[in-house]
């Protein structure tokens, strides 16, 4: 049972230009949203989060919007740089879970110059 | 955010061994985690290992083939006993505060490449 769904496998994208990266999850418990990147040979690193009690939240070129009732969360970059080229997963968690995470499948994202 | 190393970084392994993997933190965090990603699938949870505690295992993982220690603060090894080729992931070690509200951001390590022939 997926209960963190990242639908697209992989994205192509010209610099310079919006990269959206798309999320659903089923579980309504879920409360809490990240987003991380991983590079080949690395560990992912934490990019941003997203409580439900917002809709969205910016961090420079990150934007994560969350749509509670369609069980849908994004990630936007703009601009879009060929040094954001990875995998690109987001995770949930639940109160009383401990912080632990569930993970989509993720998305390669390429940024061609 | 912590600084996590994991020793080794990657090893070639003969199916039926165990490989010991260490995970170091540079600062003391309460609950530390295991991750596997198996080749082309996402991070799966593995365990959770708070210090002075059993560690608790999530569906599908048991303490006799991932046994974990979790000696103090800063340090975690998890073991990947009796190894099959299905064993071959990249394991991933991170850090939290455990809090048990769920706003809390996880930090991961470099990870261990592990191919089991």
């Known amino acids: 049972d997926q209960q963190v769904k990242q639908n697209s496998p992989s994205l192509s994208v010209q610099e310079g230009r919006i990269s959206i990266l798309n999320c659903d999850y089923t579980?309504?418990?879920?409360?809490?949203f990240l987003w991380y990147k991983k590079y080949p040979a690395e560990g992912p690193t934490f990019l941003i989060s997203?409580?439900?009690?917002?809709d969205k939240n910016e961090d420079g070129r990150f934007t994560v919007f969350l749509n509670k009732s369609a069980k849908h969360l994004s990630l936007h970059i703009v601009p879009s740089q060929p040094g954001d080229s990875a995998v690109y997963f987001c995770?949930?968690?639940?109160?009383?879970?401990?912080?632990?995470?569930?993970f989509g499948q993720g998305t390669i994202l390429t940024v061609h110059p | 955010s912590a600084v996590i190393s994991q020793k080794p970084s990657r090893d070639i392994c003969q199916r039926g061994t165990s490989l010991t993997i260490q995970c170091q933190v540079d600062?003391?965090?309460?609950?530390m985690f295991w991750y596997r990603q198996q080749p082309g699938q996402s991070l799966t949870l593995i365990a959770t290992?708070?210090?002075?505690?059993?560690?608790?295992?999530e569906s599908g993982f048991v303490i006799d083939k991932f046994p974990i220690s979790r000696p103090n603060l800063t340090f975690s090894t998890l073991t990947v006993s009796n190894m099959s080729p299905e064993d071959s992931s990249i394991y991933l070690c991170?850090?939290?505060?455990?809090?048990?509200?769920?706003?809390?951001?996880?930090?991961f390590g470099p990870g261990t490449r592990l191919t089991v022939l």
């Open positions: 995770a949930a968690s639940s109160i009383g879970s401990y912080g632990k995470l569930t």
């Open positions: 997203i409580s439900s009690i917002k």
């Open positions: 991170s850090v939290g505060r455990g809090a048990v509200e769920s706003t809390d951001t996880q930090y």
């Open positions: 600062s003391q965090v309460t609950m």
């Open positions: 290992a708070n210090q002075g505690s059993e560690a608790t295992y």
């Open positions: 579980n309504s418990m879920f409360d809490y």
